[in-house]
């Protein structure tokens, strides 16, 4: 079975500094992977994703990830934090063929002037 | 339309009611997922839709759960004599065609359901 872990429910920065939201992955079959962003009270917005090819993503409003296989992770990043950044982040497995997606528990991103 | 919309927005039920939450996908999707957030948890699965064809329903909790998309566009989730574990967010999603498993899954604001 497919399994998320998502190390470190809240993580703080300070305006301007590096992100780095963690993710690991458990897959019987290569995965594809996922990042989403919540705000408050809103649905989920897709920031990137792996399915093939290239195994650094680039995704919307500056953040990436990289897919490591031989570690199993696919961490989440952005150089430098703007305000705005602060949300839920999660991320998310699914077999190759299927969107069935097996969410993290999500880790909450405050941002600090 | 532009996004996926769900209604109503914020339910509160008294235990033991019925509720029906609808989701009105992105026109032309054929897909329609939907998912259960519970407080400070991520989505869980609930079911999956291919049209009109319910293909997964492995992740409903209870025969009390009920989901429906008659023709392959809105679909409604049903929930019968509804208890206070059912109180989350219920969110819609939908993708052109999941069978390729690369399309972008776009997911709606939510139902918030509380029971009381």
């Known amino acids: 079975a497919q399994s998320v872990t998502q190390l470190g429910s809240h993580v703080s920065v300070s305006e301007g500094a590096l992100v780095l939201l963690r993710c690991n992955y458990s897959?019987?079959?290569?995965?594809?992977l996922f990042w989403y962003v919540q705000y408050p009270n809103q649905g989920l917005q897709l920031l990137l994703k792996?399915?093939?090819?290239?195994?650094l993503v680039k995704g919307i409003n500056g953040f990436e990830a990289e897919f490591k296989k031989s570690e199993t992770s696919f961490h989440l990043t952005k150089p430098s934090a703007h305000m705005s950044d602060a949300a839920e982040y999660f991320c998310?497995?699914?077999?190759?063929?299927?969107?069935?997606?097996?969410f993290g528990t999500g880790t909450r991103l405050l941002v600090s002037p | 339309g532009a996004g996926v919309s769900q209604s109503p927005r914020y339910k509160v039920a008294k235990r033991g009611q019925d509720v029906a939450l609808r989701c009105d996908p992105i026109?032309?999707?054929?897909?329609l997922f939907w998912y259960q957030q519970a407080l400070g948890q991520g989505p869980e699965f609930l079911t999956y839709f291919q049209n009109e064809a319910q293909l997964d329903k492995s992740g409903l909790p209870s025969d009390r759960f009920f989901a429906e998309r008659p023709e392959g566009s809105v679909s409604t989730l049903k929930i019968q004599r509804t208890q206070q574990e059912d109180s989350a967010v219920y969110l819609c999603a939908s993708s052109l065609d999941a069978g390729t498993g690369r399309d972008t899954i776009y997911f709606g604001e939510g139902s918030w359901l509380t029971v009381v």
């Open positions: 792996y399915t093939t090819g290239a195994t």
């Open positions: 897959s019987s079959v290569p995965p594809y």
């Open positions: 026109s032309g999707h054929v897909s």
């Open positions: 998310a497995v699914s077999e190759r063929g299927f969107q069935k997606l097996v």
